[in-house]
């Protein structure tokens, strides 16, 4: 079946750094793919979605300058954690939707722990 | 604003036993999904639901959605300890496209011995 990657899994950083996590779609182009965040104990929130070709849209709250996301082609995006602080310590997980069969393909996640 | 309620949050079963997870959304949505959660993992795909009466089966889980009472259920029968888990319902929040998904907060369940 159609998968979804994610590096690195786990990662802690200290506070004031930027973290880059990337996620691929491994065998079917997205030119749309979506980051999650999942807090402890707690639902996923949907972030932003990525757009190949264009600006990432960011949901209400989710501050753009700080969650930098780049769509670098149909099977990579990223999100990068800028100027990281400990209430960003979150799991990230990111998705890509394949339209052929309605799925919506989910990655492994990366643990982000901000010290 | 697509809301996403599910019940019950918790569930504790005895094997064998069946129930049912219910999941209510707010306005019309194209497509309903169910997850499945382990611990420290990511998001299994359990169903996708895309119209009005579907119903589908895996095993001792299935799902099925009513679109015009906004509501899916996610019946279990006769439980094992491999379904403890979170279970997930999930709805797109954009009409005409996939994937924006609007999450409910997740049933936990623990089957008993």
Known sequence: GAVVSQHPSWVICKSGTSVKIECRS?????????????????????????????????????????????HASLTLSTLTVTSAHPEDSSFYICSA?????????????TRLTVT | ELKVEQNPLFLSMQEGKNYTIYCNYSTTSDRLYWYRQDPGKSLESLFVLLSNGAVKQEGRLMASLDTKARLSTLHITAAVHDLS???FCAVDSVKGSQGNLIFGKGTKLSVKP
């Open chain 1, 26 to 70: 491994l065998d079917f182009q997205a030119t749309t793919m979506f980051w999650y965040r999942q807090f402890p104990k707690q639902s996923l929130m949907l972030m932003a979605t990525s757009n190949e070709g264009s600006k990432a849209t960011y949901e209400q709250g989710v501050e753009k300058d700080k969650f930098l996301i780049n």
């Open chain 2, 85 to 87: 888990a979170t279970y």
């Open chain 1, 97 to 109: 939707p394949r339209v052929t069969n309605y799925e919506q393909y989910f990655g492994p996640g």
